[in-house]
C-alpha cells in the first residue's frame, strides 16, 4: 500500500492539472480512458491513465458503462470472455438505469439480411459515443503531446465516428493519410489492440494531432486536432 501511495503523488506532482477541462482545475483523481469497463478483466493498457479533476472524473461514469456495453452489443462473434463481460454491464445497466436498458430495441434486418436482427440503442447510449470520444480527444492529445486542450476545445477539434462496418466518414480528406504511427496498447505481455487500437500522427509542437481508433469491431472514432 505504502508503494502505491508514492506512485500516486508521483503522477500527481508530474501532472498537476485536469487534462480534460482546459487545465482550469488541479488533478485529484485518475481516469482510465477509453473506459476500464469495456477491457476484458479490467486490463487496460499501459500508460492510459489521465489526471482528472473529480467532476470530469465522475461526471462520465454513467456514459463510461454505456459505453462499454455498446462496444460489447457490436461485436458480431464474441468470445467468451467477450459474452461475460457484456452479460455482467447488462446486469449492471438493468439495475442502475433500467430506463435505459429497458429502451434497447431488437429490430429485424430482413431487408438487409435474412432472418438479421439489430439493435436500436435509446439516446444515452447513443450520446455515450459522443462523450468518450471527446474525452478521447482530450486524453490522447495529452497523452502523445502533453499539451492540454483549451476549455472551448470545439472550436479545436474535429470527431467523427461511425460503426466500424460502415465506410469510413470523413468529410476531409486531410483526415486518413495522417494517421502514420500506431500506438502501443499493451498491459504487461498483453496485447489489447483488439479491444481498443490507434493510429495517430502528431505535430513536434503539438499544434496538430489526428488520431483513428477502434473500439473492437464496434465503431471507429475520428479526432483531428488544430490548435
Not at 96 to 114: F, M, Q, T
Request: charged letters at 25%; glycine letters at 4%.
Amino acid at each position: 500500500m505504502a508503494k502505491l501511495a508514492i506512485r500516486d503523488k508521483f503522477a500527481f506532482e508530474e501532472h498537476p492539472w485536469c487534462c480534460f477541462c482546459g487545465g482550469t482545475k488541479p488533478t485529484t483523481t485518475r481516469d482510465h480512458v477509453p473506459p476500464q469497463s469495456m477491457f476484458l478483466d479490467r486490463h487496460t493498457p499501459a500508460g492510459f491513465l489521465f489526471p482528472a479533476c473529480a467532476a470530469c472524473n465522475q461526471g462520465s461514469s454513467k456514459f463510461d458503462r454505456l459505453f462499454a456495453l455498446v462496444s460489447f452489443l457490436s461485436v458480431r462473434e464474441p468470445t467468451a470472455g467477450e459474452v461475460a463481460a457484456r452479460v455482467r454491464l447488462e446486469a449492471e445497466i438493468k439495475r442502475d438505469h433500467p430506463e435505459i436498458y429497458n429502451a434497447i430495441e431488437r429490430v429485424s434486418l430482413a431487408g438487409v439480411v435474412p432472418g438479421a436482427f439489430g439493435l436500436r440503442l435509446p439516446d444515452d447510449m447513443v450520446k455515450s459515443i459522443d462523450v468518450i470520444a471527446r474525452k478521447l480527444a482530450c486524453a490522447l492529445h495529452y497523452h502523445f503531446t502533453r499539451r492540454i486542450l483549451p476549455e472551448d476545445w470545439h472550436n479545436y477539434v474535429r470527431i467523427a465516428h461511425w460503426p466500424s462496418h460502415m465506410p469510413m466518414r470523413l468529410a476531409d480528406p486531410e483526415f486518413e493519410w495522417l494517421f502514420k504511427e500506431q500506438a502501443s496498447l499493451q498491459r504487461s505481455t498483453l496485447d489489447l489492440s483488439d479491444q481498443f487500437s490507434c493510429r495517430y500522427t502528431v505535430d513536434s509542437d503539438g499544434s496538430r494531432g489526428a488520431y483513428l481508433c477502434a473500439i473492437r469491431s464496434s465503431h471507429q472514432i475520428a479526432i483531428l486536432v488544430r490548435l
